[in-house]
Nanobody, 124 residues
Framework: HVQLVESGGGSVQAGGSLRLSCAIS????????LAWFRQPPGKEHEGIASIDGDGSTRYADSVKGRFTVSQDSAKNILYLQMNSLKPEDTAMYYCASDSVILPGRELEASQYTYWGQGTQVTVS
């Protein structure tokens, strides 16, 4: 049973940076897809970044060039480095994981079984 716990959220001024972490436990192997999603108030989940077992990454256009997803496999931690933050980045941020993702659908919430509880990011 995979468990995910996010941390690192907070309040920051526009133009600032934050790094989110997601501690992963319970997965049986390294061949997992990992992703970051966010959900602004009153809106649907938006997939913003994903990384798979061979290190391939994908980004939503809204964050491309500003956010970087990475993982420390030895420590079982997923990261999201967020730079040049904008007020529209304000949302609850979630990490998600699954072992099987259909090609091309890495940023779709419906593809993921395991989710963390979320961490709030507020940009003003």
């Amino acid at each position: 049973h995979v468990q995910l716990v996010e941390s690192g959220g907070g309040s920051v001024q526009a133009g600032g940076s934050l790094r989110l972490s997601c501690a992963i436990s319970g997965r049986s192997n390294e061949n997992y897809f990992l992703a970051w999603f966010r959900q602004p108030p009153g809106k649907e989940h938006e997939g913003i970044a994903s990384i798979d077992g061979d290190g391939s990454t994908r980004y939503a256009d809204s964050v491309k060039g500003r956010f970087t997803v990475s993982q420390d496999s030895a420590k079982n931690i997923l990261y999201l480095q967020m730079n040049s933050l904008k007020p529209e980045d304000t949302a609850m941020y979630y990490c998600a994981s699954d072992s099987v993702i259909l090609p091309g659908r890495e940023l779709e919430a419906s593809q993921y079984t395991y989710w963390g509880q979320g961490t709030q990011v507020t940009v003003s």
